[in-house]
Each structure stands twice: as C-alpha cells, then as structure tokens.
C-alpha cells in the first residue's frame, strides 16, 4: 500500500514542460498539506522544491524554481499538482509527491506519507 502516488514524469528538451499529478489512493488530501520533493542524483538529499497548505493554498517554491513551476491542488479531484515550465537539465531527477496533516507548511522530515517518486529526466 502506498499512501500516495506520483505521476506524469518524463523525458522533455531543455526548455520543455511537464506536469506532475499526486493522488491518494485511501484517504482524502483536503486536509493535508502537500509538498513536492526531489532528489537530483543518488546519495543526495532530497530538497523541498515546492508547497502547498492544506487551509489556504498558499504555495511556497525553492529559489532555484520560482518563476517556473507552480504548485497546485484541486481537492475535489483529490489530486495535487507541480506545473513545471522552462525545465533545465538541473532539474532532472526523481520527483516525490508528500503529505503532513493539518500543518500549514511542509519540510522534509516532517511528513506523514510519501508517494515512491517519478523520474523526470532534462536533456537534450
């Protein structure tokens, strides 16, 4: 059973764009902050690109992605999502969707459930 579950990884050019989707499968996301990690080579960290709060929607973004990705979630659909535009071949790695109950923002060590990652590959 994984509690959450990531997709729409790929192959894209450099300049290219992809849209990531993060769906529970077993419970409902209205009440959970998501957040979206990603880990850019084995043995590295992952580091927290992008968030987005259970009670407002406010989005919070890396520096290294402003401008470019923006975070999102429709709670009817039960589904969060991670627009990314002008892709770079920094950004390529795996891409893992996570969720903390009722808090209001998202850190790494913080979160409640994990989805098992999807690969985004930058290249030309």
């Known amino acids: 059973h994984v509690p959450l579950v990531e997709s729409g990884g790929g192959s894209v050019l450099p300049g290219g764009s992809l849209t990531l989707s993060c769906t529970a499968p077993?419970?409902?996301?209205?009440?959970?902050?998501v957040g979206w990690f990603r880990r850019q080579a084995p043995g590295q960290e992952r580091e927290r690109v992008s968030?987005?709060?259970?009670?407002?929607?406010?989005?919070e973004y890396a520096d290294s992605v402003k401008g470019r990705f923006t975070v999102s979630r429709d709670n009817a659909k039960n589904t969060a999502y991670l627009q990314m535009n002008d892709l770079n071949p920094e950004d390529s790695g795996f891409y893992y969707c996570?969720?903390?109950?009722?808090?209001?923002?998202?850190?790494?060590?913080?979160?409640?459930?994990w989805g098992e990652g999807t690969l985004v590959t930058v290249s030309s």
């Open positions: 996570a969720a903390v109950y009722y808090v209001d923002t998202c850190f790494q060590w913080g979160m409640n459930h």
């Open positions: 077993k419970f409902s996301l209205e009440q959970w902050t």
């Open positions: 968030c987005i709060s259970w009670r407002e929607g406010i989005a």
